[in-house]
T-cell receptor
Framework: AQSVTQPDIHITVSEGASLELRCNYSYGATPYLFWYVQSPGQGLQLLLKYFSGDTLVQGIKGFEAEFKRSQSSFNLRKPSVHWSDAAEYFCAVGNTGGFKTIFGAGTRLFVKA | GAGVSQSPSNKVTEKGKDVELRCDPISGHTALYWYRQRLGQGLEFLIYFQGNSAPDKSGLPSDRFSAERTGESVSTLTIQRTQQEDSAVYLC?????????????FGPGTRLLVL
């Protein structure tokens, strides 16, 4: 069965510092991979997604993620964090040919001045 | 255009009462999902509607939970005889055609508190 693990429950970074949020998945083939962000009081919003091709994908708000098949990972990165990036981030895996998307437990990002 | 909307935003109810949560998906989206998000946890899949096909109810936690969808429009999630463990945020999402590669567009959620 497919699964998604986000090892960090919460992370604190200083404004302007770089960020990496970890995501590991378990799936038999190359899955569809997503990162969503949930800002306080709002619904989830797609940051970026990967289906195939170039393993480095660019998203909105300056985020990028890299698919590494050998590590079953899809880590999210941002070179310089802004205070407005404080939110909860969810990694998700979609099974190819199906409809279900499995979400990780989320990583809450705190940004300090 | 308008996004996914959900009502009510917040609902406080007493244990044993029934509640009904509403979701209005993006117009034209054939697929609709309901998820439950308990405090500090990820999204738990509840039910999936796709067009006129029979819904996938495999995520519903008990027979107290049910959902309906009118055509490709509004959906309601009903929880009967609510229990305290039902307290959570209930999220609705819609997508254009429901494949797992489709982007899901989420509503703001209904925060349910069962006393």
């Amino acid at each position: 069965a497919q699964s998604v693990t986000q090892p960090d429950i919460h992370i604190t970074v200083s404004e302007g510092a770089s960020l990496e949020l970890r995501c590991n998945y378990s799936y038999g083939a190359t899955p569809y991979l997503f990162w969503y962000v949930q800002s306080p009081g709002q619904g989830l919003q797609l940051l970026l997604k990967y289906f195939s091709g170039d393993t480095l994908v660019q998203g909105i708000k300056g985020f990028e993620a890299e698919f590494k098949r050998s590590q079953s990972s899809f880590n999210l990165r941002k070179p310089s964090v802004h205070w407005s990036d404080a939110a909860e981030y969810f990694c998700a895996v979609g099974n190819t040919g199906g409809f279900k998307t499995i979400f990780g437990a989320g990583t809450r990002l705190f940004v300090k001045a | 255009g308008a996004g996914v909307s959900q009502s009510p935003s917040n609902k406080v109810t007493e244990k044993g009462k029934d509640v009904e949560l509403r979701c209005d998906p993006i117009s034209g989206h054939t697929a609709l999902y309901w998820y439950r998000q308990r405090l500090g946890q990820g999204l738990e899949f509840l039910i999936y509607f796709q067009g006129n096909s029979a819904p996938d109810k495999s995520g519903l936690p008990s027979d107290r939970f049910s959902a309906e969808r009118t055509g490709e429009s509004v959906s309601t999630l009903t929880i009967q005889r609510t229990q305290q463990e039902d307290s959570a945020v209930y999220l609705c999402a819609s997508s254009e055609d429901g494949g797992s590669r489709e982007t899901q567009y989420f509503g703001p959620g209904t925060r349910l508190l069962v006393l």
